[in-house]
């Protein structure tokens, strides 16, 4: 088979260079033809479990309380913010964003209801609405009731009292929620039951049908995104403003993605020039790597692009690292022929190009298989980025090897053989340095190795799952000082819902009670007449809500537009429940603003003037003016669903903000002070689907990487026929992705969606390092009979590769320190740290366990 294949190559690779070339070209065009369809995809889905329950659930609560995304405008003028001049410049900007595409309504500090300046009855509130711009308003009055209304503290004004925000309400998109929906049921029965060629035909057309609708909407969020940014750069000169929200994040990190892709991925290229230009001193042999490089990521990209299969703002990263490992191919081919031309000056150009390929196949083919084992790992995630990452980079790296099967050796075809450049010369080869170490400091390379197990493990153990949004900018850029803002000034970033079921033995009390009480005055449901006069029996309320939803994704302002039956959340003892845990959430640290019943129910009794009872409580409601319910009652209660709901935004900023530790803090309490059994209390909101993506990220990453060096050491096993060799190759790729992870633990690094990933990195550059050394210092025991005589050669030979490809590498992604984009700042410092580290154990450690256990046999 071997030898039919390889007279397949030579008859048509080194025997037609020129149509092999010819291929190639006319392939790369027609890939970069499909570029510009190329999409990069940082919606909410790239963030989450592919198949978390958690999705439907908050995809449900959406629906029911209809609230949906929300961006904020902050607002600091340069004056009094009650100012004439102020207000006046508030309007003209409310008027302005209350006009741009997808904005159902704008709520801001001159919209809402005042219920203290001065205080007035419900009754009175009912007949007429009081705000800002009603006439005779004393604003002084405003201003001490915003900066300390239950409703207002932190929502509207912030404790400064000169920074307020603008709350743009985005529509609810229901085809949206309903498309995503059917495609994930169909997904999920492919997977437990199979689907017949109907099912399986309709999940192809609502796959697609949903791509492009979401195209079509992340298109329209960017849009909104700048005009809103463009109307705000209008006003800078009254005011500092920012923009934030959902839409923001998202425009913004695609801009950052986008900006790397084109200026660091050139940079890098240049700098790959530059390097191989001074290492090689050959003009073909700075170019032939550029170009096959160049043409598997534009081949890649290209397919990417006609098959619409988008980078994330994981995945974005495998353009970097395909470029890594197609130079550290290309780069052992090129060393190898040197080496070859300058051994064997006859040889003529055929025979050193088949040659160096026939040498070369068989340890680059185990170099890329086992490089795809590790990045396989990713696709075990259920988290469809990472999954994309683990797949693309597995097809790349098949691609990139093929590339530089073809076009080097069908290109040196075509050139003239040359003089030779590389002179064997063992005594002034650079690496024979690490040999000499390894040789007469070999136990001190072992007791430090040991020392950087040890410490690595140590910093494993600090490593967390955790990650913050803000922590992806720079202190400097709009984004990160808007959230600052809304941190510090407007009650928090991150939305986190609490949903409440009522007690099923208290809904059948609360029953009997109903139809077995007689008429007291603390028993709304108590007499005959109760239909008619019931607190619970309002009709619906108008669709056109004018606060539309809680500033940052909680909806404060939705409305239902339900019926009101009887509550047990409307009753004192559900109310006293919801304010023990409103009170306890308040005072979290990391906790900002939080809304609830508790609040009306705070408000109502402020007003009456004492505690209110059951009865009085659903006269209170029936009270309410309708612009006054939709914010205080509407969007958390659940008339229909006898549910309570509660929506809190979490500090961003806040050092203590430990996602996991939060929200079992909260549950904890729901259930063992306030006496919520644990089936009623329901979480749901980003921060939670955000979490159970990183905590399902690290399950998998810890449970397949076990699974990975065992798939890999099998793979050496049958490379190199010798268990012993295969442990001595899997040690120091362990060290390496030890001593990665342990530094990352060390430095304060948490794992994210980002950071994970180096693991499967790490892995991939060792094993790609051990396999080519230990190939080598095969053939070269085998010709000198001589462990140490072998290293040396080893290092002069092979030991160059590597060090090449690791210093291009390194310098290359250190050019990404200087991007504004934190990601990708620690995906080159860490891919830096994880090639210097795969190169010193390889050089060093991995040489000298070769020495102590002689798998080779006895010297000759």
């Known amino acids: 088979m071997l030898q ?73 003028p340069n004056g009094d913010l009650f100012s004439d001049h102020s207000i006046e410049v508030m309007q003209r900007l409310r008027d302005e964003l209350i006009q741009v595409q997808g904005v159902e309504n704008v709520v801001s500090m001159i919209d809402v209801p005042l219920l203290y300046s001065p205080r007035r009855s419900l009754a009175e509130q009912k007949e007429s609405t009081r705000t800002l711009l009603t006439e005779g308003v004393d604003r002084d009055m405003v201003r001490q009731e915003f900066l300390t209304s239950p409703i207002y503290r932190s929502l509207i004004l912030g404790p400064d009292g000169r920074t307020t925000a603008l709350l743009l309400n985005l529509k609810v998109d229901n085809h949206y929620i309903d498309l995503v929906r059917h495609r994930d049921a169909l997904r999920l029965k492919s997977k437990k039951e199979g689907l017949d060629s109907a099912e399986a035909a309709e999940l192809e057309k609502v796959s697609q049908e949903f791509l492009d609708y979401r195209t079509q909407l992340t298109a329209k969020d960017h849009a909104r995104v700048e005009q809103v940014r463009n109307i705000v750069a209008g006003y800078q000169s009254e005011a500092r403003l920012f923009v934030g929200g959902v839409s923001m994040i998202t425009a913004d990190m695609i801009a950052y993605i986008k900006s790397d892709l084109v200026i660091f991925g050139s940079a890098i290229l240049l700098f790959i020039v530059l390097i191989l230009a001074v290492i090689f001193r050959q003009l073909r042999f700075v170019l032939l790597p550029l170009f096959i490089c160049v043409a598997t990521v534009l081949m890649m990209l290209g397919w990417l692009a006609w098959i619409d299969w988008r980078l994330t703002v994981i995945s974005s990263n495998f353009v970097a690292l395909l470029l890594i490992m197609t130079l550290a191919i290309t780069i052992h081919l090129v060393v190898r022929y040197r080496e070859f031309h300058a051994e064997n000056p006859g040889w003529d150009k055929q025979q050193l190009v088949w040659e160096t390929v026939k040498f070369m196949a068989l340890p680059c083919f185990y170099t890329v298989i086992t490089s795809i084992v590790a990045f396989v790992s990713l696709v075990v995630s259920d988290i469809r980025p990472v999954m994309d990452f683990g797949w693309m980079m597995s097809i790349g790296l098949s691609l990139a090897m093929l590339l530089a099967f073809l076009i080097l050796p069908a290109t040196l075809m075509l050139l003239p053989k040359g003089e030779a450049k590389d002179k064997k010369d063992n005594s002034a080869a650079f690496t024979l340095r690490f040999s000499r170490i390894a040789e007469n400091h070999g136990s001190k390379v072992v007791a430090v190795s040991v020392v950087a197990a040890i410490v690595s493990i140590y910093g494993m153990s600090k490593l967390e799952v955790e990650n913050r949004f803000i922590d992806y900018f720079h202190k400097h850029t709009e984004i990160y000082q808007g959230m600052s803002v809304i941190d510090q000034q407007l009650g928090g970033t991150v939305s986190l819902e609490i949903l409440l079921d009522v007690n099923p033995v208290v809904t059948s009390a609360q029953t009997a009670s109903t139809d077995n009480t007689t008429t007291e005055d603390d028993d709304p449901f108590a007499d005959d007449g109760a239909a008619a006069e019931d607190a619970f029996a309002e009709g619906a309320f108008d669709e056109d809500d004018p606060f539309g939803d809680d500033p940052f994704s909680d909806d404060a302002f939705a409305s239902e537009g339900s019926s009101a039956p009887e509550s047990y959340w409307f009753s004192l003892a559900g109310l006293d429940e919801i304010r023990k845990l409103h009170l306890y959430l308040e005072s979290l640290p990391e906790v900002g603003k939080v809304n609830s019943l ?92 955000y979490n ?21 050491m099998l793979m050496f096993i049958v490379l190199f026929r010798s268990v012993s060799l295969s442990l001595i190759a899997i040690l120091p790729n362990m060290l390496a992705a030890s001593v990665v992870l342990g530094g990352m633990g060390l430095a304060g690094v948490p ?19 051990a396999i080519h050394y230990i190939y080598r210092f095969r053939k070269e025991f ?79």
Do not use: C, W
């Open 4 to 76: 039919r294949l390889s007279a397949l190559y030579r008859s048509l690779i080194i025997a037609h260079p020129v149509a092999t070339l010819i291929a190639i070209l006319l392939i790369t065009i027609v890939a970069v033809i499909g570029l510009p369809n190329f999409k990069l995809d940082a919606s909410a889905d790239s963030l989450t479990l592919e198949n978390d329950t958690d999705i439907d659930y908050f995809r449900e609560i959406n629906q029911r309380y209809q609230y949906g995304d929300v961006l904020v405008v902050t607002y600091t």
């Open 598 to 689: 508790a609040t009306f129910y705070e408000i109502a009794e402020d007003i009456n003037g004492g505690r209110l009872n059951n009865f009085e409580l659903g006269v209170v409601r029936n009270m309410l003016s309708e612009e006054i319910s939709n914010f205080l009652v509407k969007p958390y209660l659940s008339d229909e669903h006898n549910q309570a709901r509660i929506t809190l935004r979490v500090m961003e900023t806040s050092p203590e903000l430990k996602r996991v530790e939060l929200v079992e803090k909260i549950r904890n309490y729901a259930v063992n002070e306030v006496g919520f059994q644990p089936e009623q209390v329901h979480f749901t909101g980003m921060l939670v689907l």
């Open 692 to 712: 159970n993506m990183l905590q399902s990220l690290f399950q998998s990453q810890i449970a397949t990487m076990g699974a990975v060096f065992v798939g890999i």
């Open 751 to 769: 794992l994210d969606m980002m950071t994970i990933t180096i693991a499967a990195i790490t892995v991939g550059i060792g094993v790609d390092h």
């Open 782 to 860: 085998a010709a000198t009979g001589n462990y140490v005589e072998a290293m040396h050669n080893s290092h002069a030979s092979i030991g160059r590769a590597l060090y090449y490809t690791a210093i291009t590498i390194v310098v290359g992604f250190s050019i990404l320190a200087l991007s504004q984009f934190i990601p990708s700042i620690y995906f080159g410092v860490f891919t830096a740290i994880a090639m210097i580290a795969a190169l010193l154990g390889s050089l060093t450690l991995l040489p000298k366990l070769i020495l102590i256990v002689k798998p080779l046999g006895k010297e000759q």
